[in-house]
């Protein structure tokens, strides 16, 4: 497992942009996919975007694909999640997860075994 801390959340208008960080403590980061999730209120938790441990492949929820992007910097030990053109119904609670996940299993919560507390994302219509 990692420690994940994750940062960059605020409140934002419609159409703007806030990038996430998620620092991670721990020699397994870089052999883990890393995973941006989010829950609103009143709502289960859902994928955002994935990474696998070389930032090779990404995978993306069909609501954000074109809007966000997911990265990663090994040697920082970092993830982060740039957030374009913002829309009230991103207003979530941003959580980074890792893990040792691959593939098909990218969107499913179940494969991550480490996750911040979250950071919270207020877009304003």
């Known amino acids: 497992q990692v420690a994940l801390v994750e940062s960059g959340g605020g409140l934002v208008q419609a159409g703007g942009s806030l990038r996430l960080s998620c620092a991670a403590s721990?020699?397994?980061?870089?052999?883990?996919?890393m995973g941006w999730f989010r829950q609103a209120p009143g709502k289960e938790r859902e994928f955002v975007a994935a990474?696998?441990?070389?930032?090779?492949?990404?995978n993306y929820a069909d609501s954000v694909k074109g809007r966000f992007t997911i990265s990663r910097d090994n040697a920082k030990n970092t993830v982060y999640l740039q957030m374009n053109s913002l829309k009230a119904e991103d207003t979530a609670v941003y959580y980074c997860?890792?893990?040792?996940?691959?593939?098909?299993?990218?969107?499913?919560?179940?494969?991550?075994?480490?996750w911040g507390q979250g950071t919270q994302v207020t877009v304003s219509s």
């Open positions: 721990g020699r397994a980061f870089t052999n883990y996919a």
């Open positions: 997860a890792g893990g040792r996940v691959y593939g098909l299993g990218f969107p499913s919560l179940r494969g991550y075994d480490s």
């Open positions: 990474i696998n441990w070389s930032g090779s492949y990404t």
